[in-house]
Structure formats: C-alpha cells, structure tokens
C-alpha cells in the first residue's frame, strides 16, 4: 500500500479469458459452432475486467494514487487478477478481498471474426460482496470513494439494496465524497426484475456523485419509455432517440433523490452532466471542489471528442476515471 492514497473502488471485477480465433476459418459462425466439432483456436490472453480493475488502472494511469478492493476466492483465476492487478503497481491489490469460500467471476469472451462478441460470465465471489466487505479503515486517508456495477453483484440489490445504501452511509461517515456507477441488467434476470427505484431511493442519499449510463437509468426509472425506445430503435441507436428534455427531466429527478452531481453516459452523443446548489457542493466530502460555487447549479451536454476509436469496451468506466480525476485534480467543472 502506498503511504498516500486518493481512491478507493470497490464493487465487481473478473478475469476475462480470451481465446484466439482470429484463424478459426471463414465459415459463417452457425456453421463453425457445431456439437461434437473440435475447433482450432489460437493462444488465449488474459486481462481483468470489471469496474474496479477499468476505472481503477485507468484512474492509475492517469496518475491518481488509487487502491483497489475487489472480492475474488483463493482460487487460481483469482490468484490471476491478482497478479494482473499487481502488475500495474503492488499497493493496486493491496485492498483486494479473498474469500477461500468462494470462486473467482469470471468472462469467457467468444470474439468471432465478423460476429459481435458474446460473453459467458460467471459472477462468483461478486454475488457474494457484503457492505462488511469494503476496507473502511483505508477510506481514513482516501479522497474519494467509487463503487461501481451493484446490478451485476445479487446481495447489492436483493432486500431493496440494504447492503448497497449501507456501503454508502458508512463511506460518507468517513468523510469521503462518494461515487456509484451502474451496470446494465439482464432485463429477464433475478436484477433486472429487482425494483431499482426504490433501490436507489434508499442509496442515493449517500451518494455524491451519481454516473450511470442513460440507457441503465430509463430501464430501471422509466421501463415502458425503455420498452417503448427497444421497440422503435431495432437496429439503430437506442440512444438517438433521447431528448434534452428528457435528459433534464432524469437528471433532476436523480437529484431529487439524493445525488449531489449527476452524470449520464450517452455513448456515442457524449455525457450530460446536472450539479445541485452550492450548499450541497460544500458538503462533497474531503474531494470537494475549491471553488465549489463554479460548480454549483450547473446543467449541460458535452460532445465526444472525435477520435479514431479502437474499441468501445470500458468506455463508460474510463470515462468515469477521466472525470473523477479531473474533479480531485481541482480542475474546473468543465
């Protein structure tokens, strides 16, 4: 552990195991697939994934001391995103969680070529990730406290998410400014099923930064808009078809519940950001701005900057890194 620290983010992470079949022929992927076939495939590669391992190495890198507090078991998988972890820094895993009951979560990503990605995912010792999980004592010396992807983690939304919303209330007892990221559930699944607005109204009070995604907060807030837009999007951008007034309308009703500064990822149309006043801005906790009225009542929509783009996995969680580093580094709203 280094002397100092920033962060603390805690909440899901996986290995991710990729297997190479670039070279695995040119038939149509129905026809590669089949019972009983043996298919060549190449070396496989190994990285981590999850909120903490992408918005923590990417806060890493961009030179903000972080720790990171993920729960794996004391298998082999979870001896390897340990090392991964490590890798970019010892004081990284310092904060990391090991339960010898439990088993690592894990992704096997199917990259076919021409056929967009498929996921087998294993949940795991994430299933298992209690508010008596997070470090609390590490938060004595941390700015800022981010958890991220509670929708894929059961005990964080089962029993109206009382183990999320206590997470948050022991982190602001800390003095720590806090920050939740959401994750997209399967809407047919045991989350997709829990009832996120009485979820979040019971979290939010806690939480200071609130950064999910557009997509996540119409399907948990307002389901017949969600079904509605699925319906009329097919193939195109389910996003396209969202509104600044209805972008304004969420971010004020997510303030109504709680949340200090609220930002919506908007893939490709870029992120709405909406600040509440300045009494509340002062009250962010040990990363709160030193010109807190520039931040205060502040509502707009940012472009993406246009870049050439090599891949859209973890986006959203490095785009959380980016503004949470430009907030500890004191760096205008902006």
Known sequence: MKSEFEVLVAGHICLDIHPDLSGAGRQPFEHTFLPGRLLAAGPVSFSTGGSVSNTGLALDRLGIAASLAGKVGNDLFGQAVRQIVAAHGDWLAAGMIIDPEASTSYSIIINYPGVDRIFLHYPGANDTFQAGDVPYGLLEQARLFHFGYPPIMRSMFIDGGAQLSEIFRRAKCAGVTTSLDMAFPDPSSEAGQADWRNILENTLPYVDIFLPSLEEIIFML?????????????????????????????????????????????????????????????????AC??????????????????????????????????????????????
């Open 289 to 334: 701005p030193s010109n807190s009225d520039t931040w205060a009542w502040q509502e707009f929509w940012a472009p993406c900057f246009k870049v050439e783009v090599a891949g859209t996995t973890g986006s959203g969680d490095s785009t959380i890194a980016g503004f949470l580093a430009g907030l500890l580094r004191d760096l205008p709203v902006e």
């Open 222 to 286: 307002r389901p017949d808009t969600y079904s509605e837009w699925t319906r009329a999007a097919g193939e195109s951008d389910f996003l396209a078809q969202a509104t600044p007034q209805l972008v304004s309308e969420l971010g004020h009703e997510l303030m109504a519940m709680g949340s200090k500064i609220v930002g919506l990822k908007l893939g490709s149309r870029g992120m709405y950001l909406r600040t509440s006043g300045q009494e509340a801005i002062r009250l962010l906790g040990r």
